[in-house]
């Protein structure tokens, strides 16, 4: 019999054969169940420290980018499984992180945004605020924008019925949300170690805020908020990283009611 030790991903290997996950992925996902495990093995194999996360983790984070149709892929910005060191009770485990696109995109599948966007501003675009509404008016660079600092993040939407709402958060706003809600950001790990990728996080707390804010939720979306910086497993959600679990959903849904009878939402 041999004593050696199985590596993380013959062990992930393992959970994704064992007759009960097999069972429970065919109740989930029918004729998809094979694609799927597919594309999760090669999303492990192809990175050795997810490989050594828990499996059920990672398995239960691909299963929620699935219910929410949205891709693994991390080139296109809409969700990642990103391993996290699990200090407290000494294993790694996989969280589940939505981007800035994922945000845009579910909005969008809801039918009520006319527009929606969000951006990085850099120095020198700012140009004004508009005395009434308070929001801030913007002109974009003609030249060298890439080589000038970016100064903050700018989030807006317009509903199919006319409301609309804009949300800026300067850089000093943004780390100061990194630095108290993650400690991936005070470890100078993931999405906020590098210049690209930070930017990107910046994008996604705007728009975030900006939606459970002020924005219809669909059922869909406050599902995604819900699961966003998430360890997930069955029926568990876990803020392992403190990444603005705060949002109250109750809250979010009583606005969302508001905005499904087209009535007006003022801050």
Request: glycine share 6%; net charge neutral; hydrophobic share 35%.
């Amino acid at each position: 019999m041999s004593t050696e030790k199985k590596t993380g991903l013959q062990k992930f290997n393992s959970m994704v054969e064992n007759g009960r996950t097999q069972e429970y992925l065919n109740n989930v996902l029918g004729e998809k169940k094979q694609t799927f495990v597919s594309n999760m093995v090669a999303l492990v194999s192809s990175n050795k420290a997810l490989a050594d996360c828990d499996p059920s983790t990672v398995m239960f984070c691909c299963l929620k980018a699935s219910a929410l149709s949205l891709p693994l892929e991390p080139s296109l910005g809409m969700c990642y499984v990103l391993p996290y060191n699990d200090r407290k009770n000494g294993t790694q485990v996989a969280q589940f992180q939505l981007g800035a696109k994922a945000y845009v995109q579910l909005a969008l599948r809801s039918g009520q945004f006319k527009k929606i966007n969000v951006r990085d501003v850099r120095e020198g675009e700012i140009i004004g605020e508009d005395f009434a509404s308070g929001e801030l008016q913007f002109k974009k660079l003609d030249k060298d924008r890439d080589k000038a600092p970016v100064v903050g993040v700018v989030a807006m939407f317009e509903l199919m019925n006319g409301f609309s709402k804009q949300l800026y958060m300067s850089v000093e706003e943004l780390e100061a949300h990194g630095k108290k809600y993650s400690q991936m950001y005070r470890r100078n790990l993931g999405l906020w170690s590098d210049k690209d990728s930070k930017i990107a996080m910046y994008e996604k707390t705007c728009i975030k805020r900006l939606l459970s804010k002020y924005a219809p939720l669909s059922i869909e979306m406050m599902d995604a908020i819900k699961s966003d910086s998430a360890v997930l497993k069955d029926n568990e959600v876990r803020y392992i990283d403190n990444e603005e679990d705060a949002i109250d959903l109750s809250k979010a849904a009583e606005t969302s009611a508001k905005f499904t009878d087209y009535e007006d939402v003022t801050e």
